[in-house]
């Protein structure tokens, strides 16, 4: 094992050392370090907000990057429209682990309409969902449509719904 200085406080560490032992700078070895990832911002902006703000990996202080714009897109991201693992998409969101109004993703717990291995919002569809009106392979619901329970209201509203969505994509 080699010993250098820390570039930040000058104090002996390990080239090895992923952050100092005595100050906690990331990476303490290399003469710079600026982050990992990526991270880039539209020029135009709504009430402060990047119109897309796209971020991935850490900043140089070693914080996770967080996507925040009205269209966030990221590992995290915060935004009206959301594209992340772990996202809070105020309209929309579409991840890993989405919460907001609407939404898809393995958990989307939504408000409004949901779709995911693990679904909530008024209209849930998933594996297992939670909402008013549910299509899941198990779930709670007013409406229920699964295996184990067709009320026919459910069965109703959702061959409705596929109605529609057909109709608008004139499929």
């Given at each position: 094992?080699?010993?250098?200085?820390?570039?930040?406080?000058?104090?002996e560490i390990s080239t090895e050392a992923k952050n100092c032992p005595?100050?906690?700078?990331?990476?303490?070895?290399?003469?710079?370090?600026?982050?990992?990832?990526?991270?880039?911002?539209?020029?135009?902006?709504?009430?402060?907000?990047?119109?897309?703000?796209?971020?991935?990996?850490?900043?140089?202080?070693?914080?996770?990057?967080?996507?925040?714009?009205?269209?966030?897109?990221?590992?995290?991201?915060?935004?009206?429209?959301?594209?992340?693992?772990?996202?809070?998409?105020?309209?929309?969101?579409?991840?890993?682990?989405?919460?907001?109004?609407?939404?898809?993703?393995?958990?989307?717990?939504?408000?409004?309409?949901?779709?995911?291995?693990?679904?909530?919002?008024?209209?849930?569809?998933?594996?297992f969902a939670l909402g008013y009106y549910v299509l899941a392979q198990?779930?709670?619901?007013?409406?229920?449509?699964?295996?184990?329970?067709?009320?026919?209201?459910?069965?109703?509203?959702?061959?409705?719904?596929?109605?529609?969505?057909?109709?608008?994509?004139?499929?």
């Amino acid at each position: 094992m080699t010993l250098i200085q820390c570039r930040e406080c000058q104090k002996e560490i390990s080239t090895e050392a992923k952050n100092c032992p005595h100050c906690g700078a990331p990476f303490p070895a290399r003469k710079k370090w600026k982050g990992s990832g990526f991270e880039w911002k539209s020029k135009q902006t709504f009430y402060g907000y990047p119109l897309v703000h796209i971020a991935f990996g850490r900043d140089a202080q070693n914080r996770i990057r967080v996507a925040k714009g009205i269209i966030a897109i990221g590992q995290f991201g915060i935004g009206l429209v959301t594209f992340a693992q772990f996202g809070i998409g105020i309209l929309f969101g579409f991840g890993q682990f989405i919460l907001g109004l609407t939404g898809l993703g393995q958990f989307a717990i939504t408000g409004l309409f949901g779709i995911g291995q693990f679904a909530t919002g008024y209209i849930a569809i998933g594996q297992f969902a939670l909402g008013y009106y549910v299509l899941a392979q198990a779930g709670y619901a007013k409406f229920l449509w699964s295996p184990g329970a067709e009320d026919p209201a459910a069965v109703e509203f959702f061959r409705q719904l596929l109605q529609n969505v057909k109709s608008f994509f004139h499929v």
